[in-house]
């Protein structure tokens, strides 16, 4: 134990430096919720003027409005540029009872701060192995709040 703890302190520093994201949001029928750890982070200030890249993979949760939820993996790159927000990412849906959804997202936003960004997100999720009669698509639309922490 005395040799860990060592190791444990000098290993908070590089992890400090790089931040997770907690997204809340909300979709006509559902609401979600993801925190996204990390792989790589990337961040450039220059006279008032900052870039911020994200790379990052994580968890989420949706709750449907008629009691259903469903489990999300997600892999994303979000980039900050002044004001402007952009990010995409790789879904993987896994709801209650039923094959796994994935695909693609979006997300165009306004930083209103380095640390909170509000977007719309549009994703597009198939279920790829399922028979014809089954519910093969979901696409949303949906109103994003980011915080960086």
Known sequence: ?????????????????????????????????EFTVPITELQVKDRGEFAHLHLGIGLGV???DDGDNALRFVADANATANEVFLGLGAIVEAPQGEGAFLGP?????????????????????ERPF???ITPRRRSNLGLVTTFRF
């Open 130 to 132: 399922s028979s014809g």
């Open 1 to 33: 134990m005395r040799r860990l703890l060592p190791l444990l302190l000098l290993a908070a520093p590089p992890l400090a430096a790089q931040s997770t994201l907690v997204s809340v949001i909300r979709q006509p029928r559902a609401t979600a919720a």
């Open 105 to 125: 997202r979006l997300r165009v936003g306004w930083a209103f701060h380095p640390r909170w960004v509000v977007s719309l997100e549009g994703e597009h999720l």
């Open 62 to 64: 949706r709750h449907w």
